[in-house]
Each structure stands twice: as C-alpha cells, then as structure tokens.
C-alpha cells in the first residue's frame, strides 16, 4: 500500500481544516487497506487509529462510523479471522512489525475511543464461551474491561493469580534503570511498574467485587510498602488511582526535555 502515507497525510490536512465530511471516507478506505496489508506494521493500523480517533472526538458522523466497523471487525473475529491483516512468513515484515496484531486489540482499542467497555467485555466473555485457548491469549487487553463491567467471576478465572510475583524484579530492576529515562530509551522500569500495579489493580477489583474489601486494601498496601523506593510508591499510587497515570508522566517528561533540548 504505496500511497497509505499520503492519504493518511491529506486525512490530517482535512481535519485540521474542519472538512471533515471528507476526511471520513478517505480514513475509511486507509484502515481498510491496512486490514488487506501482507504483514501489517504496527503503524498500518496505530497512525489510521489514532486519527480516527481525532476525528470522532470532532465529528459524530466519525463516531457512528467507527462503531460500524468496530461491529465488522468482531463479525471478522468471531468467523475464525483472528489476525489483522494478511500474514506470510516468507516475506519480511516491515521494520516497525511487531509480530502479528490480533484483532482483538484492534477492537478493544476502538472501545476504548468509543467508550464502550462492556463490547471488549462481551466478546470477551464470547471467546471465553467458545475458544478460551483465544480468551487467554487476549485476557491482558480484555480484564479491565471485565472488571468494568462487573463480571468479577469471569476476570478471577484470568486474572494473574500471584499478583506481587513481579515485585522483587520490579525493585532488582530499579537498582539500574531510570524510573524517567531519557527521551529515545526504553522506560523499562516504568514498564515493569505499570503492568505490576495492573496486575494488582485487577485483582484488587476482583476482591472488591467478590466482597473482600478488606483482602483488596491489604493487597495494594502490600504493593506500596513493597516498593524500593518513594518515587515509585508515588507513581504506583497514582496509577492505581488513575490507570494510564505512568504513560502520561513518561510521555509528558519526554516532550518536556525534547523541548529544552
């Protein structure tokens, strides 16, 4: 798909000039394309994504129209086609590949532009009817959505079982790396530290949902007191305040010292 980028481009310059109207089907006809790639890159679907969700903050038409293709993408998954995009191991990915992209995550990503938990929850709960081997490879993207929803039975089923397994590799990991790391590198301690809280926030919401309050409070103290040290016993806080808190505080930083620079 030759010309993805340069219609990907004329989309941005609609938006940004108000025409919408005309920005949504040509956005349409990009994400159609990416789903008919051989060996999708990421930004095949990450950049026609992230637009749409531009324009559907700008333009209801673009918000119904999404949740249309939300629905075709589920008719697609729950029909055996599991994978977005068409797959071909004898020809090399592109260089931004980050293996195959399930569509699962490309609707549960939809949801999550259009507000819709309980959709990602539903087809969860469909998958984990039909294929769990499916529901399992899919529970990390699905379980808050899950929790959301209230269907705390179905989350304790997958959610992690030992969820302060990771904590003694989280604080070996802050010995070396950067809670902040310098714009360009990796934030792998940050990484580590947000899928260790996720990993208790679900839980924790599990026990609340099954009326074990007091297990749920014992469980996040126990992730704080764990802690090597005080900035991250401030940065897991927030994020089991307000899941994304970590993203936002590594992003902001970075722009913030690519500004200066």
Request: charged share 20%; with cysteine; aromatic share 6%.
């Amino acid at each position: 798909m030759p010309d993805i980028d340069s219609r990907l481009t004329h989309v941005t310059a609609l938006r940004r000039e108000g025409r919408h109207a005309e920005a949504l089907p040509l956005l349409q006809q990009v994400f159609a394309a990416a789903g008919q790639a051989l060996n999708p890159a990421r930004s095949n679907h990450f950049i026609p994504m992230l637009e749409w969700k531009f324009l559907a903050d700008a333009y209801a038409p673009a918000y119904a129209a999404l949740q249309v293709e939300r629905d075709a993408q589920i008719r697609l998954l729950l029909s055996g086609e599991h994978d977005f995009g068409r797959h071909d191991s004898s020809v090399t990915q592109a260089s931004d590949a980050f293996g195959r992209t399930s569509r699962f995550s490309i609707i549960a990503a939809m949801n999550d532009t259009l507000g819709d938990a309980h959709s990602t929850a539903d087809l969860f709960a469909r998958l984990d009817a039909s294929t769990p081997e499916l529901a399992l490879q899919y529970a990390w993207q699905a379980l808050p959505a899950v929790v959301a929803a209230g269907n705390f039975a179905l989350a304790d089923r997958y959610r992690c079982p030992a969820p302060l397994g990771h904590l003694d590799t989280v604080n070996a990991l802050a010995a070396s790396q950067p809670l902040f790391p310098a714009p360009g590198t990796a934030p792998r301690l940050a990484a580590e530290l947000m899928n260790l809280v996720k990993d208790v926030r679900i839980a924790a919401a599990v026990l609340h949902g099954q009326g074990q309050a007091i297990e749920a409070e014992a469980l996040c103290a126990a992730l704080l007191a764990g802690l090597a040290n005080e900035a991250m016993r401030a940065l897991a806080q927030r994020e089991l305040d307000a899941p994304g808190s970590i993203t936002a505080e590594i992003v902001k930083r970075q722009m913030d010292e690519e500004t200066q620079a």
